[in-house]
């Protein structure tokens, strides 16, 4: 266990996607052998378990080794998510504002055209 905390946080995200790797595809071969194992949840349910699963683990090796900024990091992230309202925008097309409204306009369309 002494070991698995000296390890640096890109060697835990590696871990994370290969034990999340290994567990989708332990799913899969368990709805493989239904008939043997008696799996009977629909394939939609099995997929959100898959998904608190994986979280889970996401969230258990970010606790254990959290993220350390770098002065450039730093700069790229907000302090808190009010941050993101309360800094000064940014300005043009890169503006997040112009890109939610892009958004929600195509969303709007697409609904139109296909509803």
Excluded: Q
């Excluded at 002494?2 to 989708?24: F, K, N, P, Q, T």
């Excluded at 683990?57 to 450039?72: C, M, Q, R, W």
């Excluded at 309202?85 to 697409?110: E, N, S």
């Amino acid at each position: 266990m002494e070991r698995a905390l000296r390890l640096s946080g890109l060697d835990l995200a590696v871990v994370a996607v290969y034990l999340m790797g290994i567990v989708g595809l332990g799913l899969l071969a368990w709805r493989k052998r239904r008939a043997k194992t008696g799996w009977n949840v629909p394939s939609m349910m099995a997929t959100f378990y898959l998904f608190v699963v994986c979280s889970l683990i996401l969230a258990v090796i970010s606790y254990l080794k959290p993220h350390v900024h770098t002065a450039e990091s730093e700069a790229l992230v907000w302090k808190n998510p009010l941050a993101a309202i309360k800094d000064a925008p940014w300005t043009g097309l890169f503006d997040y504002r112009v890109i939610a409204g892009v958004l929600i306009a195509a969303m709007i369309v697409l609904y139109v055209i296909f509803a």
